[in-house]
């Protein structure tokens, strides 16, 4: 099968399109035809090696064999399934979340049955599934689950144009809340368009400085920190930022011991109900997807390119040559 592998950290450059060997499903596992993955910040900063945490587990001086093949998020149709497999069966059409085996950047790749997966929705294109299946799920389990969002409060969004940012403006209006999205001026109309009551233009106004107070500040572009957006929170507020690394570790750990304002760091690994949640959504048709432009697979280094200059809106999305034919 065709993947895109890349065999040392550095410039997007780094991936090549090679011939590797097909994976074959252990009993629990099933065989995706892959059809459609995505480009994003995390893959870029794996492929980059900048991230000591990322070196952790993909290999110090280079990626481990298991780890060359990049890529989060896919979406295609079960070809095969292990002969233990209950939740899925040959031709189910799927989206998920690899985790950090990643690999989507290819043609097949194999997922146990128990990992982030599901049928997509009916009425989405694998293109538009695949654009979720990250991004609007990790909005998801900050916004519901870590922040517990209530009808009624006032959200800010701060990076309201990205992939995970125009889900989190969604998610947030369908909870009922009061949205406030922070992009550029460029994005202004888009995310007024998901339901944002309000938008600041971050060229023109700093919303730490405005006055205005808000229950839930979601970083999503983690390019604030706590102590600024502190006097921004209402009591009992929630600071919710995305950024890996030490700092927000420690303050989620003192914030939850001591203080009213809280800050709200982890990690969603499993994202099985959120994908079903989605789906609902989807196919009740109070959610969208939001794709910036597509890339064929042989072109991943161009996404990476373009990912990493910083104005991307909504999610960059792969497809997969087999996925043309």
Same mark, same amino acid.
């Given at each position: 099968?065709?993947?895109?592998?890349?065999?040392?950290?550095?410039?997007?450059?780094?991936?090549?399109?090679?011939?590797?060997?097909?994976?074959?499903?252990?009993?629990?596992?099933?065989?995706?035809?892959?059809?459609?993955?995505?480009?994003?910040?995390?893959?870029?900063?794996?492929?980059?090696?900048?991230?000591?945490? #990322?070196?952790?587990?993909?290999?110090?001086?280079?990626?481990?064999?298991? /780890?060359?093949?990049?890529?989060?998020?896919?979406?295609?149709?079960?070809?095969?399934?292990?002969?233990?497999?209950?939740?899925?069966? *040959?031709?189910?059409?799927?989206?998920?979340?690899?985790?950090?085996?990643?690999?989507?950047?290819?043609? /097949?790749?194999?997922?146990?049955?128990?990992?982030?997966?599901?049928?997509?929705?009916?009425?989405?294109?694998?293109?538009?599934?695949?654009?979720?299946?990250?991004?609007?799920?990790?909005?998801?389990?900050?916004?519901?689950?870590?922040?517990?969002?209530?009808?009624? *409060?006032?959200?800010?969004?701060?990076?309201?144009?990205?992939?995970?940012?125009?889900?989190?403006?969604?998610?947030?209006?369908?909870? #009922?809340?009061?949205?406030?999205?922070?992009?550029?001026?460029?994005?202004?109309?888009?995310?007024?368009?998901?339901?944002?009551?309000?938008?600041?233009?971050?060229?023109?106004?700093?919303?730490? *400085?405005?006055?205005?107070?808000?229950?839930?500040?979601?970083?999503?572009?983690?390019?604030?920190?706590?102590?600024?957006?502190?006097?921004?929170?209402?009591?009992? #507020?929630?600071?919710?930022?995305?950024?890996?690394?030490?700092?927000?570790?420690?303050?989620?750990?003192?914030?939850?011991?001591?203080?009213?304002?809280?800050?709200?760091?982890?990690?969603?690994?499993?994202?099985?109900?959120?994908?079903?949640?989605?789906?609902?959504?989807?196919?009740?048709?109070?959610?969208?997807?939001?794709?910036?432009?597509?890339?064929?697979?042989?072109?991943?280094?161009?996404?990476?390119?373009?990912?990493?200059?910083?104005?991307?809106?909504?999610?960059?999305?792969?497809?997969? *040559?087999?996925?043309?034919?």
């Amino acid at each position: 099968m065709k993947a895109i592998v890349y065999t040392q950290y550095g410039l997007p450059d780094v991936l090549q399109l090679k011939e590797v060997e097909k994976p074959v499903p252990k009993n629990n596992e099933v065989l995706i035809k892959i059809y459609a993955t995505t480009a994003t910040s995390p893959d870029c900063l794996m492929r980059s090696g900048k991230s000591l945490l #990322g070196r952790m587990i993909t290999g110090f001086k280079k990626p481990r064999d298991k /780890y060359r093949i990049l890529g989060l998020e896919l979406a295609g149709e079960v070809e095969a399934v292990g002969r233990d497999v209950k939740r899925f069966k *040959e031709g189910d059409q799927v989206y998920g979340f690899t985790g950090f085996s990643a690999g989507a950047y290819a043609e /097949y790749k194999c997922m146990p049955e128990t990992g982030s997966l599901a049928v997509k929705p009916s009425n989405m294109t694998y293109e538009a599934a695949v654009a979720i299946a990250d991004g609007a799920t990790t909005a998801l389990f900050f916004l519901k689950d870590k922040a517990n969002i209530k009808s009624g *409060e006032k959200v800010l969004i701060n990076g309201a144009s990205g992939s995970m940012g125009t889900a989190a403006v969604q998610l947030a209006k369908y909870f #009922g809340a009061e949205v406030t999205g922070v992009c550029s001026s460029s994005n202004i109309e888009l995310v007024k368009s998901l339901g944002a009551d309000e938008v600041i233009d971050y060229t023109k106004e700093d919303f730490t *400085e405005n006055g205005k107070s808000y229950d839930i500040i979601f970083d999503v572009v983690s390019n604030s920190s706590f102590s600024r957006c502190k006097n921004s929170l209402k009591q009992k #507020g929630r600071y919710i930022v995305t950024k890996q690394g030490l700092v927000p570790v420690v303050q989620t750990f003192w914030t939850s011991i001591a203080g009213n304002k809280k800050v709200i760091f982890t990690w969603s690994i499993n994202k099985i109900e959120a994908l079903f949640f989605l789906r609902e959504l989807i196919e009740a048709g109070k959610f969208k997807a939001v794709i910036d432009r597509c890339y064929p697979l042989e072109k991943v280094a161009e996404a990476h390119q373009f990912v990493e200059a910083g104005h991307k809106r909504g999610s960059i999305v792969i497809t997969v *040559e087999q996925s043309r034919k």
